[in-house]
């Protein structure tokens, strides 16, 4: 059974740097997959922020362009999505998310995935 695991979410200030991580189960290539993270905050539909393909290629919702990076750490099987000037508005959970074996990820809202982790909690006070 795959299983994918946050970490790193936490409480801090607008403006302020926060690196969240997705680790993936050894059985699980995470490098050779599209993987992606959501958020959804309350009240509100789940939203795209980031996604990489098995190639490196990035995507990203216009709202955190130049603020977010995702990256992926392949030796630790491991996601990653650095953010900066956090504001109110990103306070959300956030979830990884891999597919089964798609290697590219199309956009942010069609793409397929069948395996997410149980979310990590970011909060961002003014």
């Known amino acids: 059974q795959v299983q994918l695991a946050e970490s790193g979410g936490g409480s801090v200030q607008t403006g302020g740097s926060l690196t969240i991580s997705c680790t993936a189960v050894?059985?699980?290539?995470?490098?050779?997959?599209?993987m992606g993270w959501y958020r959804q905050a309350p009240g509100k539909e789940r939203e795209g922020v980031a996604s990489?393909?098995?190639?490196?290629?990035?995507v990203y919702t216009e709202t955190v362009k130049g603020r977010f990076t995702i990256s992926r750490d392949n030796a630790k099987n491991t996601l990653y999505l650095q953010m900066r000037s956090l504001s109110p508005n990103d306070s959300a959970i956030y979830y990884c998310?891999?597919?089964?074996?798609?290697?590219?990820?199309?956009?942010?809202?069609?793409?397929?995935?069948?395996?997410w982790g149980p979310g990590t909690q970011v909060t961002v006070s003014s």
């Open positions: 050894s059985t699980y290539s995470a490098s050779g997959r599209c």
């Open positions: 990489i393909n098995a190639y490196g290629t990035k």
């Open positions: 998310a891999g597919t089964r074996y798609r290697r590219d990820c199309g956009s942010l809202e069609t793409a397929e995935y069948a395996y």
